[in-house]
């Protein structure tokens, strides 16, 4: 009995040890690619290069190569290239060169320096894609179920005819063997009118819509979403959900004696009951349960929460798939559009600012990818290195 448990204390140290070790290099390579653009374009430039830092904070490592000094700082969230001409103190420190010995850089050297952090991100981004799509994806098989959930009765789909339990074939013609499939076909279509393959009892019918644009990027989107038993994830302190003894990994099943039909029906039924004590029936070790919850407004927001994280239930079966280096960045673009919009509308979201993670939300959420499956981390890290290439080009404060 002692003998097992030193051996799982030492295969528990083990993957600790494993996973901290990926997550510390890739977010490292991350910075590293980022600032060697920086560098490597600086360099050609002609820039004066005070030093190429990788983390913050005293120096627990550093050499100077032809006037440069290569640092690993002890703090490990970040980096920088120190350009005295930039004038760029508060991050990377004074420069210990006289002021009237740097020569000012033109406009048409400083922006190919500016923007080379962002290009090479977007290159480390393009070759992980490409790794991605050799190594493969790990995806629940329910993904590959094309069934509708919800349709909102007022939306231009239920209008044109689509109903829950639809099952999508083809969008513009092509067919469509992904959930996640659908939204770049549609954000990308050429045309305004978007043709949707139907399958309902057998029989296959086209649906033409005209999906509206989101008011920030003008990107076209069904109002459709993928049916499925809405399962509750991390359950907030003193929240609603908390009160009526919601658990994580309940699925939520019946809302007022209406069948749920996926998580974004719940939602849609959830924030319009602000202060109605709402009956839920859910399933919980295979046990139907019942509760009583009262959704409430939190401040800053006009539509009522439960508090508590949503996810959907998987099937348990797992496939892999082989995204496109293509089809990867059109996913994380397409994911950061949605999150402009989103805090574009946070009154009507929910969301704000203090929802996005900085480098410690990133590193956690490495490791949790870590911890599931190497390839889904490096999946992350193709968002990871789009977003941060976007987000560098941005008039916004560090």
């Known amino acids: 009995m002692k003998y097992h448990g030193i051996q799982s204390m030492f295969l528990y140290i083990l993957q600790f040890c494993y996973v901290a070790v990926v997550v510390l290099l890739l977010f490292n390579f991350t910075i590293f690619f980022h600032e060697l653009g920086h560098y490597w374009v600086g360099r050609r430039r002609g820039a004066k290069i ?7 904070g005293p120096a627990i490592w550093k050499t100077t190569i032809q006037g440069v000094e290569f640092r690993l700082g002890c703090i490990p969230l970040g980096g920088y290239v120190a ?5 760029m103190e508060s991050i990377e420190g004074k420069s210990e060169t006289p002021a009237e010995e740097i020569k000012p850089l033109k406009p048409r050297d400083k922006i190919p320096i500016l923007f080379a952090g962002s290009f090479a991100n977007v290159l480390f981004g393009i070759a992980v894609a490409c790794l991605v799509w050799i190594v493969g994806l790990p995806k629940d098989a329910s993904y590959s179920d094309l069934r509708i959930g919800y349709v909102e009765p007022d939306s231009i789909e239920y209008k044109a005819g689509i109903r829950p339990e639809d099952r999508i074939k083809t969008i513009n013609g092509k067919p469509v063997d992904d959930w996640e499939e659908i939204v770049p076909q549609v954000a990308l279509s050429l045309s305004e009118k978007v043709s949707v393959g139907i399958e309902r009892n057998g029989q296959l019918q086209d649906f033409e819509l005209t999906p509206p644009r989101d008011s920030l990027l003008k990107i076209r989107r069904l109002n459709l979403e993928h049916a499925g038993t809405p399962v509750a994830g991390q359950v907030m302190a003193n929240s609603p959900a908390e009160k009526a003894r919601i658990q994580t990994g309940d699925e939520f099943l019946e809302l007022d004696g209406e069948k749920l039909l996926g998580r974004g029906h719940l939602i849609e039924k959830i924030k319009t009951r602000a202060g109605k004590p709402t009956r839920l029936v859910m399933l919980r070790n295979g046990k139907r349960i019942e509760t009583e919850v009262t959704p409430v407004v ?23 798939t082989h995204p496109s280096p293509w089809k990867q960045i059109t996913k994380s673009l397409l994911l950061m559009a949605d999150t402009f919009n989103a805090l574009l509308h946070t009154r009507k979201t929910g969301v704000g600012v203090g929802d996005l993670s900085g480098p410690v939300g990133i590193t956690w959420i490495l490791w949790l990818k870590t911890l599931q499956d190497i390839r889904e981390t490096l999946s992350f890290l193709v968002v990871l290195n789009i977003n941060l290439a976007i987000i560098n080009l941005l008039p916004i404060p560090i």
């Open 83 to 87: 350009f005295p001409q930039l004038a």
């Open 298 to 320: 939190e401040k800053g927001s006009n539509m009522a929460r439960i508090g508590v994280q949503l996810s959907e239930k998987n099937e348990g079966r797992e496939i892999i």
């Open 50 to 56: 005070d030093r190429f830092a990788v983390w913050f």
